[in-house]
């Protein structure tokens, strides 16, 4: 089984709709991540959280929030979507010493 | 964070060594280079990291310059798989690693 999973793979959602994409790890480790990725380009954070009483802003957090319900799971939610938020999602874990591990994605098509 | 600046785009011919340049000149003293791969839109992959000597790992080896300011990825024996966009990232270790961001990286085209 895969170490860090994200759900759902795709979505297909409306302008102003509220979504969740989810992330779970079996890794044991602390610090969890959100990232966005747009075609072509390199990844932009969106959240972090270093513990389950830990959440941080990243560069682009506009738009977004996320709650760290356990140290296993860090959600992503859009509260209401706009279309310039379509792109591939990747949620990310690492330990203290900063080594990251990604999930597979989502992508998230907003109409 | 160090900022970093890589090629955007490299080819390589298969069976020959890939070798994928980074600078970092604003690198502290406490950061160490990391490198990751993506291919075709799947998560990232961590490839390997160092602070100032030379690694080797089974994917790759990384060569850091004595001043610190650059490194360079090398994959011995490339193959069409390791055709990927390559990231190479500063951060320091434990403290902050959350605040690192990708660059657009190196596109690296191995061909037959």
């Known amino acids: 089984d895969a170490d860090v999973t994200q759900t759902p793979r795709n979505r297909i959602t409306k302008t102003g709709k509220r979504i969740m994409l989810e992330c779970s790890q079996t890794k044991g480790h602390d610090r969890m991540y959100w990232y966005r990725q747009d075609p072509g380009l390199g990844l932009r954070l969106i959240y972090y959280s270093f513990d389950v009483k830990d959440i941080n802003k990243g560069e682009i957090s506009d738009g977004y929030s996320v709650s760290r319900q356990a140290q296993a799971k860090f959600s992503l939610s859009l509260e209401s979507a706009i279309p310039n938020q379509t792109a591939l999602y990747f949620c990310?874990?690492?330990?203290?010493?900063?080594?990251?591990?990604f999930g597979p994605g989502t992508r998230l098509l907003v109409l | 964070d160090a900022k970093t600046t890589q090629p955007p785009s490299m080819d390589c011919a298969e069976g020959r060594a890939a070798n994928l340049p980074c600078n970092h000149s604003?690198?502290?003293?406490?950061?160490?280079v990391y490198w990751y791969r993506q291919i075709h839109s799947q998560g990232p992959q961590y490839i390997i990291h160092g602070l100032k000597n030379n690694e080797t790992n089974e994917m790759a080896s990384l060569i850091i310059t004595e001043d610190r300011k650059s490194s360079t990825l090398i994959l011995p024996h490339a193959t069409l798989r390791d055709t990927a966009v390559y990231y190479c990232i500063v951060r320091p270790v434990g403290t902050n690693a959350g605040k690192s961001t990708f660059g657009d990286g190196t596109t690296l085209t191995v061909k037959p």
């Open positions: 990310a874990t690492s330990d203290f010493l900063g080594t990251q591990y």
């Open positions: 604003t690198i502290s003293g406490n950061e160490y």
